[in-house]
């Protein structure tokens, strides 16, 4: 029988303890509110959606996961609004359905990992282009307008909120303190790390950054306790 892999202290790490995800629900919830509230400023008669479904979706990155390279201001804007306007733009080129829909997700990927602001809802983004795309005159004027106002939204609360609860946004990659001398910790150099990303091959949704002051402060932490038990 299939069972799913327990949590580990990363993932807590990841969610800043344990009531992280207390901090990051507030955050969304006044995010979303915000949102759907400049979203109802439309005027009614249009018919307009006043909020777009990836929002919601933006919304986790950008409180839940500030850090994220994912859930950046460029990130949040260029990613749902370029994925949408790609989507728009397939939809009006590709007749069929299920290959629209592919395709639009498939270049909305390559659209925004060359802008530099891959975000996973923008997916979402190129296929409601899609279907947008499909609507009577002013239906894609209906998904851009919405969404920008909502993304807007969403990057303001994002800022206000994160900065004040302690976490700068946009994210300002920790810088690691220099290493004592004549000690173990810190013979590593930032181009091994390099080296070692480059063997693995993989996109880590975690700034290199970052990832240096992390293995820093593990060899920091491991000084106190040698130093600790020879006492």
Not at 8 to 32: D, S
Request: net charge neutral.
């Amino acid at each position: 029988m299939f069972k799913f892999p327990r949590p580990t202290a990363l993932g807590q790490l990841r969610f800043g303890g344990r009531l992280g995800w207390a901090r990051g629900a507030a955050g969304a919830l006044v995010g979303i509110a915000l949102a759907a509230t400049l979203g109802l400023s439309l005027p009614h008669a249009w018919h307009w959606p006043w909020i777009v479904a990836p929002v919601g979706a933006s919304a986790v990155l950008v409180f839940a996961v500030p850090a994220s390279p994912l859930a950046q201001p460029w990130s949040v804007l260029g990613g749902n609004m370029l994925s949408a306007l790609t989507g728009l733009a397939v939809g009006q080129l590709v007749t069929t359905p299920m290959l629209a829909a592919g395709l639009a997700v498939a270049l909305a990927i390559a659209v925004m990992t060359s802008a530099r602001c891959l975000h996973p809802p923008g997916g979402a983004c190129a296929v409601v282009g899609v279907l947008a795309a499909t609507a009577p005159d002013g239906g894609w004027l209906a998904l851009l307008l919405p969404l920008l106002l909502n993304v807007i939204a969403l990057i303001a609360a994002g800022w206000l909120y994160n900065n004040l609860t302690g976490h700068a946004w946009p994210h300002v990659p920790a810088q690691a303190p220099p290493m004592p001398p004549g000690t173990w910790a810190g013979m590593y150099e930032t181009a091994d790390l390099d080296a070692v990303l480059e063997e693995w091959d993989e996109v880590l949704d975690v700034n290199r950054q970052d990832l240096d002051s992390l293995f820093r402060a593990v060899e920091r932490r491991v000084l106190r306790r040698w130093a600790d038990d020879r006492k």
